[in-house]
T-cell receptor
Framework: GQQVMQIPQYQHVQEGEDFTTYCNSSTTLSNIQWYKQRPGGHPVFLIQLVKSGEVKKQKRLTFQFGEAKKNSSLHITATQTTDVGTYFCAAMDSNYQLIWGAGTKLIIKP | EAQVTQNPRYLITVTGKKLTVTCSQNMNHEYMSWYRQDPGLGLRQIYYSMNVEVTDKGDVPEGYKVSRKEKRNFPLILESPSPNQTSLYFC???????????????FGDGTRLSIL
């Protein structure tokens, strides 16, 4: 079945440094969604991308969908302590099942 | 307030004792799902439902049952729980059919199950 690979599993950054997580699929995706899960919390929807090459911004967060619609990225500029958590991508397959990346945990070094 | 409510939030039980985790949403959503979350494995879909009386297996359905008799409720049943079902469980809902852009999933607060 369809799989979405997400890397890295963890990323340690100093506050103020940038952070990026990537999702890749071997098949073309109709859309991709991004979620954030704070420690001890539940996943919260951030954004969805639909169009080839689409770029969307939310303040310091930039989301991209690849031209071939097989990959996507989330980039955070100048991380803050409030950005700590795990970021997930998710895509819906042709059977309406949501396929999730394994998540990237953002850790801010003290 | 729009929400997905799961109960219980925490449960410690023993192998073989049937249990049900309830999930209810007040957003009139057609699509509902159950996930389990284990360290390093992300979110794995157990079952999903596109509407009343329509359910489908996700990636890890073994040992679980679900039912969708009403639109708002989607209980998860463990008929004979085993220790490998110790996990954090999330219920989620969204509207359906998914548009080309998909529909945002709304998650409950989670249920932490420990099976001894």
């Amino acid at each position: 079945g369809q799989q979405v690979m997400q890397i890295p599993q963890y990323q340690h950054v100093q506050e103020g440094e940038d952070f990026t997580t990537y999702c890749n699929s071997s098949t073309t995706l109709s859309n991709i969604q991004w979620y954030k899960q704070r420690p001890g919390g539940h996943p919260v929807f951030l954004i969805q991308l639909v169009k080839s090459g689409e770029v969307k911004k939310q303040k310091r967060l930039t989301f991209q969908f690849g031209e071939a619609k097989k990959n996507s990225s989330l980039h955070i500029t100048a991380t803050q302590t409030t950005d700590v958590g795990t970021y997930f991508c998710a895509a819906m397959d042709s059977n309406y099942q949501l396929i999730w990346g394994a998540g990237t945990k953002l850790i801010i070094k003290p | 307030e729009a929400q997905v409510t799961q109960n219980p939030r925490y449960l410690i039980t023993v192998t073989g004792k049937k249990l049900t985790v309830t999930c209810s949403q007040n957003m009139n959503h057609e699509y509902m799902s159950w996930y389990r979350q284990d360290p390093g494995l992300g979110l794995r879909q157990i079952y999903y439902s596109m509407n009343v009386e329509v359910t489908d297996k996700g990636d890890v359905p073994e040992g679980y049952k679900v039912s969708r008799k009403e639109k708002r409720n989607f209980p998860l049943i463990l008929e004979s729980p085993s220790p490998n079902q110790t996990s954090l469980y999330f219920c989620a809902s969204s509207s359906f059919p998914p548009s080309p852009g998909g529909q945002p999933q709304h998650f409950g607060d989670g249920t932490r199950l420990s099976i001894l």
